[in-house]
């Protein structure tokens, strides 16, 4: 408990640490001006229930609260501010001393003159509530009316009059909303008003602030924290009395100035939801909902979406810098809303991602071709970029709302990239159906990791010259619900987008060992184990954890796992990466590099790489002639093995053929068809039992 002075006095901190203790300190405690509290505390919607249980269950209507929160993902949405009755909402990153101070002598102050309000002037508390409704006015013209309408009703007024406002940033001064004699004036300034005394009595109020009474009326100004200004200006018949407690006046001048705040508030929440904070275009929320409206309308058939993908923009942000990266987004969309026409609405909605909305007369493979010819001014210099774009007719989307628009733009946008960065593509139809199998596979996946449909085959691994078994490779397999094989080429790619790999890859992991440690016990000691690890697994942070778990829990020799990795793993010079690599080794699990020969190798880094061995792809295996022996890249993958003491095995072997000039090549392992297809654990062990008898 401690004490700061605030206004003329000093106020008492009450503190509590979860929203029960709060509340139990609010029930027992009368006159609590001031509650601030955070949006998450036991759980993220704790804050907002705390709110909830104050005004309806404590029935604390007057009690100013103050929300803050150091997460913005946890920022109230436009609705939460009004429907709970939020007075001020703050980040942490805001509260300062200074503005915890100034926070709470607003507050306070606002509390006092409710209070006051109360106890003297029940009539004015009608009108107080009526600032709740100013939280769901849409605009400025709303909201000066409603304090045109509620100043009228507190002088026993009719409404007649007007209200200007004047701009934080520019000063500009523009009448906002006009009433009866006044309606004229709507969009002008003051200078337009011929009445001098109306507008000295307007201009001495906003200068001086609250109240100013002239002979025809009186003109209030509320003010915002924000530096705008709203001044009310209300005429009033000549035979009604000029009479008001001044009191009540400054009361309902302070209230409105909150509202008004409130407000301000509400626009700049509005703002941040539908518009990119970068560039200040809108963003893909604002699109969508555009998008929904034209669907509404029944306008969309005319109409076209472009979707432009700043190529390699991640790749250029790593090596020149953010704000490089930033300065060329900017020049992105200044050229977009420059050179395109004026009727076409510019929208990022990703972030190297640009939208452009509009009538398809305008929106021509041309047009949006010739707009990144030229370079980009970018901090000082030109800058060439790539751009891939997808053009989607709105009337060939089945279902036009405006996530299934943007759904279509984005699938036509990969399909674009998979064919050639820097091209143009049409959306068709079709690409709709591949999105929707796609996601049945996903929820398939899903039913499956739930159900047992995931199973494990092995494929021996042999020395070509004896046939002697030296390994497996533990494979993944999927039959569905419905009793359908779907062959890893169809599921895996999803699986690795969805994030859905890890957990298949850990159910591999952990048969794979388990099988391991049976054949172990059952006179096939030193057999080795090989397992692939997507890179989403071997990037995981929990991946050493989760290995390390399941060898201690099989039980098995970790010198006999051997795990299979991307070329494209193994050549990333992450720190991670090496880390993960290096700790893998002292553990004295195997590595294999997978698919050896089909990406980029640097063999300097190779050489000093912990990896055990190199494995041929099949498409290798399958090019194998005699003429061309010498001449083949399995021959050369062989080589740079025996060069760099890494073993080498051949996978895809089908005939002898193969075989034989893999040996002469100096492989000594392979797997494939010739000796045995993948087989489950019981096939396995009978094929075992087989080759023993």
């Not at 062989?638 to 060069?643: D, E, F």
Request: charged share 20%; glycine share 8%; net charge negative.
């Amino acid at each position: 408990m401690s004490k700061l002075p605030v206004l003329d006095g000093r106020i008492e901190w009450l503190h509590a640490y979860s929203a029960r203790e709060g509340l139990e300190i609010l029930a027992r405690e009368a006159d609590i001006a001031v509650v601030m509290l955070d949006v998450v505390m036991e759980h993220e919607h704790a804050g907002l229930q705390m709110v909830r249980a104050i005004r309806e269950d404590l029935g604390l209507h007057d009690t100013r609260i103050v929300l803050h929160t150091g997460q913005p993902g946890f920022a109230p949405e436009i609705a939460a501010v009004r429907d709970y009755d939020i007075n001020d909402y703050r980040s942490k990153a805001q509260l300062t001393r200074g503005q915890v101070y100034t926070c709470l002598s607003s507050a306070i102050r606002a509390y006092r003159q409710i209070r006051t309000l109360e106890a003297n002037r029940r009539t004015l508390r009608e009108i107080l509530h009526a600032g709740v409704n100013l939280m769901g006015q849409a605009d400025d013209e709303s909201f000066a009316r409603t304090v045109l309408e509620q100043l009228a009703q507190l002088l026993h007024a009719p409404v007649n009059g007007f209200a200007m406002r004047r701009d934080a940033r520019s000063g500009d001064v523009k009448i906002i909303c006009a009433v009866k004699d006044f309606k004229s004036l709507l969009g002008h300034g003051l200078a337009a008003l011929p009445d001098t005394q109306i507008v000295l009595c307007c201009q001495e109020s906003s200068d001086a602030g609250g109240a100013s009474w002239c002979e025809r009326g009186l003109a209030i100004s509320l003010s915002a924290r924000d530096g705008s200004l709203m001044t009310c200006y209300l005429e009033l018949p000549a035979s009604l009395p000029r009479f008001v407690d001044e009191g009540v006046l400054d009361i309902f001048i302070g209230h409105f100035a909150s509202c008004l705040d409130n407000h301000a508030l509400l626009e700049h929440l509005h703002h941040e939801a539908l518009y990119d904070s970068l560039l200040g275009l809108p963003n893909r929320r604002w699109l969508s909902e555009a998008l929904d409206g034209l669907q509404r309308s029944g306008a969309e058939a005319a109409q076209i979406l472009a979707l432009i993908d700043v190529d390699r923009f991640g790749e250029i942000n790593e090596a020149l810098g953010q704000s490089f990266g930033d300065e060329l987004l900017r020049a992105v969309g200044q050229r977009l809303r420059t050179r395109l026409a004026d009727s076409l609405t510019v929208s990022r909605i990703a972030a190297d991602t640009f939208a452009v909305l509009g009538d398809a007369g305008l929106l021509t493979e041309e047009e949006l071709k010739s707009l990144f010819v030229q370079p980009l001014p970018v901090q000082g210099q030109e800058a060439m970029v790539s751009v891939t774009i997808s053009l989607t007719r709105l009337g060939d989307v089945a279902s036009a709302n405006g996530a299934a628009v943007l759904e279509a733009g984005f699938q036509t946008l990969r399909m674009a990239r998979q064919h050639q960065r820097g091209s143009i593509a049409w959306y068709r139809p079709e690409y709709s159906r591949q999105t929707q199998e796609r996601v049945g596979l996903l929820t398939g996946l899903r039913q499956s990791l739930r159900s047992g449909g995931f199973f494990v085959v092995y494929q021996p691994q042999l020395i070509i010259a004896t046939q002697a078994l030296v390994g497996l490779e533990a494979l993944v397999r999927w039959r569905t619900d419905s009793g359908e094989l779907v062959g890893p080429d169809q599921f895996i790619p999803v699986a690795e987008q969805s994030g859905l790999i890890r957990e298949i890859g850990l159910l591999v992991l952990r048969d794979a060992c388990t099988e391991l440690a049976h054949l172990h016990a059952h006179g096939q000691p030193g057999l080795r184990m090989a397992v692939n690890v997507s890179a989403i697994q071997f990037r995981h942070p929990d991946f050493l954890v989760d290995l390390r778990a399941i060898i201690a829990e099989t039980g098995i020799d970790a010198r006999c796992l051997e795990l299979e990795i991307t070329e494209s793993i193994a050549m990333e010079d992450a720190a991670y990466v090496r880390q993960t690599l290096d700790a893998l080794h002292t553990m004295g699990v195997q590595l294999a590099v997978d698919d050896f020969g089909t990406g980029y190798s640097s063999l300097a880094q190779l050489k000093r790489l912990a990896v055990d061995r190199l494995k041929i792809d099949r498409a290798f295996v399958l090019e194998l002639s005699e003429t061309s022996l010498d001449a083949s890249i399995a021959g050369v993958v062989i080589q740079l093995g025996h060069r760099l003491g890494k073993a080498v095995i051949a996978e895809g072997v089908e005939t002898p053929e193969q075989a034989v000039l893999l040996a002469r090549l100096g492989c000594v392992e392979a797997q494939g068809y010739l000796y045995a297809r993948p087989m489950s654990a019981d096939e396995l062990h009978g094929w075992m039992a087989a080759r023993r008898a």
